[in-house]
């Protein structure tokens, strides 16, 4: 009696203590339903506000709210300038967490103290010297609100109604640039055109109590002000990937307590998270493991069983298969079970029902995996060829990009992590034009610079495709003559021989004009590097010419004063000559009786780069006290490809001499370059590799007891996809080679993963596969549509400190979960090939 009346208490005693927010064992403050992180992610600054950092709002599982902090801006674009965080102190007596932020520019420190205080948090910020003159009226206390997830939503403002309108269309003011608040290092985004004015949002309501979503229970929060006004900003006016920003300005001359916010999110009473079911949107071929992995709030009770629903052709169901539910155990902020219906192999169409739950329909049958590379060999690679007109039925995707070619950078520390020192290191002076570069190359991601290192990668991938697959499929005309793609034209040419192709031209021409390889091509404005539109409009075409007035053209019609000429950063880098080296000894083979002459010059600028490379190498001061590892015979896959080329024994030696040291230091990522080298090596080889995949086969058990899903799961500021996509390949390589030791199973974790199995949500990380639900939006150069180009791969999973996984599916702009890249994308061409080689019946 006694004891269950004491269960009974403690039941009540937890269960009240539960409707408030308190600060948990992660350090921040929780109630179901409410998740309030202060600065657990800190603005790091590497591309300044990434929109992922100070105070952020978990709210129902979804992180709606983030950008807390002291802020100089109304509504802070990417390069606006973000505060350091000094220090961050946990109080656990006083329910606070307290933050020390600095504005090293204009020598600014403030505090924030964020306390719970019941189904609240008391937001306060405090100065010890007063906001620095030239901030003052411009610094302020800001939070931002996801866009998609609030507009069209009410809003009260001290009893006054408002809709969040779905597009930017409030208004703004220009002031004189005296006024605007430094960016980071002292770029400028804000004039491009020489107005001598910046553009300012004004409000679209101003009080001091508001509460926004009252029409939607899981968005619904209040936040009121007695001492500051709250002024609510919308930041899409001046970026599209801005957010709605709730604002207080910190009053003039003034110290201590200058700011308190009351902020409640509304917690719906009783509210679980639905599960998440993560299973393969692709489907699953008859023979192969099939098994979900479901996601649960900690709070759900697992049922006992679930049931795999089998649709007939007449449109009604049938139970297929009922089957237990197996705990897994938790991982970060959830509880994972798994259904296994592996026994269920008649082909079909099919969903999984859990409880309430139910997921959309995917096929079993043998044909699942033939098409998962097609829309992006087909769509996705023509579309991000550069110095190309692209055109796709009715449609025009951009015009011919960058006519006027590209200028020898200056001296410069670049805003897309590119520097270019002092030196040119080539026979151009800075701004001088280099010719012949605005040929062929890919687009590197969301913006539209070429990578050069990127760019390698993709030329082999490339290659490693046509070897090893031979894919004849021509869906794509290119006409390098006409500069001119189209799609779903086939012209009697494989496409991939042609990607291979269009990708060396840019390359081979950096090696013949620069005399090395360049860093990147890329924009000398950073007006241009946020663009967004049609690629063949960031430059105007015309070149440079600084005698003319800005936006002034010339009589001839050939050149303007518009600085907006693509640069070529040439500092000479020998390790990435040493890649190019590789890469055009592999394209010299490939491009043989395709394009000899082209293949020719691949072949001189690899000798010529192999020579002059090992030359500097050798010469180049040792790092940390250690000599160069190779002592300048270049890196193991670079030995491995000229060998593959060339067939000569200095390069085999060069391999031997460095495998097994490599394998010995680290199986795991030297594994893929050791599996590479099989075809030409000889049976010896293979054997002596067998005790390194074996213990390569022992990691991906272990991968099976860190996480539910069984593959590499980074938790780094881009999200693992990349990865993920080379564990996958490896594993499928492994298989091939070793099918004894690497069984046949664990080649498909990558690709369930990939297309659903995955926390979060299920849907498809590629864009248009995954029958039922690929994702929807992505950060492509089309990203201002939230849109996508079909084939794209998202990096997929962002870890949030301390404990939350996300994908946006509403919102593209975050790119560390959303953006693809040219390596990335031709990465899942290999290991799509490879999955497919691997199921398709022999
Ligand atoms: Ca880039
Ligand atoms: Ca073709
Ligand atoms: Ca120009």
Known sequence: MRKAFFIITLTAAT??????????????FERQGVNVLVFSNPFTGGFNDEKNSGIEIIH???????????????????????????????????????????????????????????????????????????????AGLN????????????????????????????????????????????????????????????????????????DDPERLISIHSDDAELQLFDGR??????????????????????????????????????????????????????????????????????????????????????GDIKSWGPFFKY??????????????????????????????????????????????????????????????????????????????????????????????????????LNIGGFFDAGDFDIETGSNISVVQNFIRTWELFKPQRDETFVSQQQRYVDLHRPDGVPDVLQFIEHGTLNLVAQAEQIGHMASTLSNSILDNYHHLGDAASITDGLHYDPSLKPYEVSADGKSSGTPDDMWAFTTRNPSLDF???????????????????????????????????TELMKNRPARNGRANRNNGRGDLGTNLQLYAATKEQQYLDNFNGQIWNALDRNAINTMQTALDAVPYMDEAYKQRLRPYVERYAAYIDTLALQNPYGVPIGLGNWAGGGSVLSFGTTVCFAHRYFPDIIRRDVVFRTAE???????????????VVGAARPKQVFYGNNRADFSFIPGNVAPGLLFRQPDHFENFDDWPFLWGQNEGTIAGNTQYIIFGSALKDIVMPK
């Open 15 to 28: 269960l009240c203590q539960a409707q408030d927010l308190r600060l948990n064992e992660r350090e921040y």
């Open 60 to 138: 129902h599982g979804v992180r709606t709210i983030q950008g807390g902090a002291v802020r100089l801006n109304n509504t802070p674009e990417q390069w606006d300038l973000v505060p350091r965080m000094t220090s961050r102190r946990v109080d656990r007596e006083n329910n606070t967490i307290e933050v020390a932020l600095r504005y090293e520019d204009y020598d600014f420190d403030s505090r924030i103290t964020v306390t719970a205080k019941g189904k609240a948090v008391e937001i306060s910020v405090w100065l010890d010297k007063p906001v620095p003159e030239p901030l003052a009226g411009e």
């Open 143 to 214: 939070l931002e609100f996801l866009p998609s997830q609030y507009w069209l939503k009410t809003f009260t403002m001290d009893g006054r109604l408002g809709r969040l309108p779905r597009y930017a269309t409030s208004q703004t003011i220009t002031r004189p640039n005296s006024e605007k608040p430094r960016q980071f290092k002292g770029f400028r985004t804000y004039d491009d055109r020489g107005t001598g004015r910046f553009i300012d949002p004004l409000p679209l309501e101003k009080g001091h109590s508001i509460s926004l979503a009252t």
């Open 237 to 322: 006016m001046l970026a599209q990937n801005g957010w709605y920003v709730l604002r207080s300005i910190l009053p003039k001359g003034k110290t201590g307590k200058v700011v308190t916010w009351t902020v409640e999110p509304h917690a719906i009473p009783g509210w679980i998270r639905q599960p998440n079911i993560g299973f393969s949107q692709v489907g699953y071929i008859p023979n192969q493991p099939k098994v979900a992995v479901i996601e649960l709030d900690k709070a759900d009770k697992p049922l006992s069983s679930a049931q795999l629903m089998r649709i007939n052709g007449d449109g009604t169901t049938t139970q297929a298969f009922k």
């Open 335 to 436: 509880n994972y079970v798994k259904f296994d219906f592996s026994q269920v192999t008649q082909p079909g169409v099919y969903y999984i029902q859990y409880g309430d739950t139910r997921t959309g329909d995917f096929l079993i049958d043998s044909h699942v995996y033939d098409k998962i590379t097609d829309a992006t060999t087909d769509v996705w690679v023509p579309i991000h060829m550069n110095h190309m007109y692209v055109n796709e039925g009715y449609r025009t995707w951009h015009g011919e990009p960058f006519k006027e070619g590209y200028l020898q950078a200056p001296e410069s520390d670049h805003f897309d992590l590119h520097r270019q020192g002092a030196s040119t290191d080539t026979k151009y002076k800075p701004l001088e034009l280099i010719p012949g």
């Open 579 to 613: 890649q190019a080296a590789t890469m055009f000894a592999a394209a010299s083979r490939a491009l043989k009786g395709y394009n000899d002459n082209l293949a020719e010059r691949a072949l001189t600028q690899s000798k010529r780069l192999m020579e002059e490379a």
């Open 753 to 767: 993963w990939l297309y659903g199995c995955h926390p979060y949500h299920n849907y498809s990380f590629v864009a």
